[in-house]
């Protein structure tokens, strides 16, 4: 009997409560607090029926930013071959590489070469003149070896994980003052390899089923729940927007791939699209789409529609996420 209460008592929750615009009110969520510890940032979260959502968008920072897949709007992904290499970096190198054996330098030459020169280029052109200056004869100075020794270093070596940490903060720095300092009302966007690995503990990145129960409590009917890539059920979309549950949609946008990229334009500002107007929000589930490819199930909402979208995407898309408790 209290069973049976309970359902009319959600019922009349759900649905006899009346809008002046004869809509359905949301359900009350009921708030809650969670400090994620790993960088002590404070989330609103909401319990809608039996789940717990995080009623922001989820806001850490992976430690290398782009390069692993964690994007602020309009952030380029930094290229780790074009951040220039320190003379002191090729230098420790030579040194390295000496040391473990893979090339004498009894003569000294290579060394007198290295400490005469300022700059990798420079270091080139020097000992390129050295040798100019002896291929007439002999290389008595074994010049042509240490070319080749420092050819393979200069090839080998990459920036420094200093260096790379600060050219991803700079290019951070710089897409925030030209988004208005996104991060800050909407999170990070993530790739979906990326949201795997970002997620704080006692919570998961939402399945396709959690959002199904989510849209089902809020009144989705059940031939609508399955429905794929197609923009589904006015009142469910209607009642996740309504502040009253809690949800506290942002429109983030998103880092699109594919079709929403338009090819020969400039990727730092054409591959992000509809920040102020749609919201874009992973779920964990995924699908065979061939033999080789694989694409996950994503839920969107728009400022203009009051429909659900559950489409798919590309796994190379940047995505916000909103958390589920465990």
């Given at each position: 009997m209290k069973k049976l209460i309970w359902i009319l008592l959600g019922a009349v929750l759900l649905w006899n409560c009346k809008e002046e615009n004869g809509g359905i009110v949301a359900p009350e969520g009921v708030v809650s607090e969670f400090t994620?510890?790993?960088?002590?940032?404070?989330?609103?979260?909401?319990?809608?029926?039996?789940?717990?959502?995080?009623?922001?968008n989820l806001a850490y920072r992976l430690p290398m930013?782009?390069?692993?897949?964690?994007?602020?709007?309009?952030?380029?992904?930094?290229?780790?071959?074009?951040?220039?290499?320190?003379?002191?970096?090729?230098?420790?190198?030579i040194q390295q590489a000496i040391?473990?054996?893979?090339?004498?330098?009894?003569?000294?030459m290579l060394g007198f070469i290295l400490s005469s020169s300022s700059t990798i280029d420079?270091?080139?052109?020097?000992?390129?003149?050295?040798?100019?200056?002896?291929?007439?004869?002999?290389?008595v100075f074994g010049l042509q070896p240490a070319w080749d020794f420092s050819e393979e270093i200069r090839k080998e070596l990459k920036p420094s994980p200093i260096a790379i940490a600060e050219a991803v903060e700079t290019e951070l720095t710089s897409a925030e003052e030209d988004n208005g300092a996104y991060s800050s009302?909407?999170?990070?966007?993530?790739?979906?390899?990326?949201?795997?690995?970002?997620?704080?503990?006692?919570?998961?990145?939402?399945?396709?089923?959690?959002?199904?129960?989510?849209?089902a409590f809020l009144g989705m009917n059940d031939k609508e729940l399955d429905v794929l890539d197609e923009w589904r059920d006015d009142g469910a979309g209607r009642l996740l927007k309504d502040e009253h549950?809690?949800?506290?949609?942002?429109?983030?946008?998103?880092?699109?791939?594919?079709?929403?990229?338009?090819?020969?334009?400039?990727?730092?500002?054409?591959?992000?699209?509809?920040?102020g107007t749609?919201?874009?929000?992973?779920?964990?589930?995924?699908?065979?789409?061939?033999?080789?490819?694989?694409?996950?199930?994503?839920?969107?909402v728009s400022q203009w529609d009051d429909r659900i979208l559950r489409?798919?995407?590309?796994?190379?898309?940047?995505?916000?996420?909103r958390c589920i408790k465990e």
């Open positions: 994620d510890a790993r960088d002590s940032k404070v989330y609103r979260c909401v319990t809608i029926g039996e789940q717990t959502w995080m009623a922001e930013g782009s390069i692993d897949g964690c994007f602020t709007y309009l952030e380029g992904v930094v290229e780790t071959d074009k951040i220039e290499i320190t003379y002191d970096d090729f230098l420790e190198a040391d473990e054996g893979r090339y004498s330098d009894d003569m000294g420079g270091f080139f052109v020097e000992l390129k003149s050295w040798i100019e200056y002896d291929e007439e004869e002999y290389d009302v909407n999170g990070f966007l993530y790739t979906y390899e990326a949201a795997q690995k970002v997620i704080p503990e006692g919570w998961r990145l939402p399945t396709d089923e959690d959002w199904k129960k989510l849209e549950t809690g949800f506290n949609v942002t429109y983030g946008g998103a880092k699109a791939y594919g079709r929403f990229n338009p090819s020969g334009r400039n990727p730092k500002l054409y591959c992000y699209i509809n920040k749609n919201a874009y929000f992973w779920s964990s589930s995924k699908l065979q789409q061939n033999d080789s490819t694989q694409v996950a199930i994503i839920r969107s489409g798919t995407s590309n796994l190379e898309a940047a995505y916000s996420i």
